[in-house]
């Protein structure tokens, strides 16, 4: 009993110790992939922005001609004049324009008053009341006047508290999952915005140079998430193919249905951009607007089935291969049916009220989804389903074949 004794104090510390080496084992690789990846979105945005950085030039191009055209903050503090109406037909809409004294609040023209012109109807703009926040656009023409007026409101305060709040209960909820979670969400972020639409208005592949950041998107917040852990290489893995497969069933169904980018309904100022010198691929749009849309529903079902098969194989370390990949299967099957409802109808939800001008026109529902627009966001749902529900397998297959390779002790 003695001696077991002795055995047992002595076990017990080389058991923490390899438990402890692991863990830093798989530490050192984390920190490792964190740190390539932050020296390469460093490089990246120093690379795409570099004109701007070391010259002072504009970056991309510029539409406004001899104009300089800038976006200023600015306060309302005088309502010169108002002509306002209601439009009934319209759903009681405002109508009209206000004359208004604004106090700039950035920029050049910051402490300056400057008089201002807002308009407004029942597609653009709002009227505003003394003391509120808007963005105004001032251009400068080649003569020297100024000419300013309301761009939009200023509804950043508000945004901004909804964002606290939405922070705020993924940290109550999550907890330190959570925490990583929003540094994932700031992370993709600032990918969409400072490098990958600067790159693609810079002329840089769309289709392409989309894949690639969200495929480093998925990389980076994994790793946050969980690691280098089997579990988030898993992920990872099924992940990327199931962007891949959702790319590829996009770009031959886009080719049959004679459908791109240019047809999207937001390309008509695309195009006017092309027209003022931007070299930016509008044919690609279509596919990456896919690729970025089902990123998300792909990384949550892949993390969900490699996640439980970790439990899976925690609970029963003796499952095989085959046992395992059977197990994800099954829990993907479930997953199945919410996921392809959420990303179909959220699609088409974005057309919603195109469809209704389309149903009130009379239009059957196979001219209807014959049109252009329907088309587009039916394929861009469908697509990015298929590359979800693909991943399933996918993520499993490689899941199970990662736990498999470790013998669990008897």
């Known amino acids: 009993m003695k001696n077991n004794g002795k055995n047992q104090a002595k076990a017990m510390p080389c058991g923490s110790l390899s438990s402890w080496l692991k863990k830093m084992h798989n530490d050192k690789y984390t920190i490792i992939i964190l740190a390539i990846s932050f020296v390469v979105f460093v490089v990246a945005i120093l690379?795409?922005?570099s004109e701007d950085i070391f010259h002072g030039e504009n970056e991309i191009f510029n539409p406004y001609g001899d104009e300089i055209v800038e976006f200023?903050?600015?306060?309302?503090?005088?309502?010169?004049?108002?002509?306002?109406?209601?439009?009934?037909?319209?759903d009681y809409a405002y109508v009209g324009s206000q004359d208004l004294t604004v106090i700039i609040k950035s920029g050049q023209y910051k402490g300056e008053s400057m008089t201002a012109y807002n308009y407004f109807g029942?597609?653009?703009?709002?009227?505003?009341?003394?003391?509120d926040g808007v963005t105004l656009t001032i251009k400068t023409h080649a003569d020297g006047t100024?000419?300013?007026s309301v761009y939009e409101v200023n509804r950043i305060p508000i945004l901004t508290v909804f964002l606290l709040l939405?922070?705020?209960?993924?940290?109550?909820?999550?907890?330190m999952t959570g925490l990583r979670s929003m540094v994932g969400l700031i992370l993709t972020f600032v990918c969409l915005f400072v490098i990958l639409i600067p790159l693609l208005l810079k002329g840089a592949p769309t289709i392409l140079t989309t894949f690639i950041t969200c495929a480093y998107i998925a990389l980076v917040s994994f790793t946050i998430l969980g690691g280098i852990h089997r579990k988030t290489i898993s992920a990872f893995m099924g992940t990327v193919s199931g962007m891949l497969l959702a790319m590829v069933?996009?770009?031959?169904v886009q080719r049959i249905a004679k459908i791109d980018g240019l047809r999207l309904e937001d390309s008509e100022p695309l195009i006017q951009l092309k027209y003022a010198g931007s070299v930016i691929k509008i044919r690609g749009l279509l596919v990456a607007g896919i690729i970025i849309s089902a990123l998300g529903a792909i990384m949550d079902v892949a993390m969900s089935i490699s996640s439980s098969l970790e439990e899976v194989h925690a609970a029963n370390p003796f499952l095989t291969r085959d046992k395992l990949f059977k197990a994800g299967m099954n829990i993907g099957r479930d997953l199945v049916g919410t996921m392809t409802n959420t990303l179909i109808l959220a699609f088409l939800g974005s057309e919603f009220t195109l469809m209704i001008f389309l149903y009130a026109r009379e239009l059957t529902f196979y001219h209807m989804f014959s049109t252009a627009f329907i088309s587009l966001e039916t394929i861009s749902g469908i697509s990015a389903s298929i590359g979800m529900v693909l991943a399933i397998p996918l993520t499993a297959f490689v899941s199970s074949a990662l736990i498999s390779r470790s013998k669990p002790r008897k």
């Open 249 to 252: 069933f996009a770009m031959i």
């Open 47 to 49: 690379w795409i922005h």
């Open 166 to 175: 939405f922070f705020l209960v993924v940290l109550i909820v999550g907890r």
């Open 146 to 148: 100024t000419y300013a």
């Open 122 to 131: 029942a597609y653009y703009g709002v009227p505003v009341e003394v003391g």
């Open 72 to 90: 200023e903050k600015a306060k309302v503090v005088e309502i010169q004049n108002a002509d306002i109406s209601i439009d009934e037909v319209a």
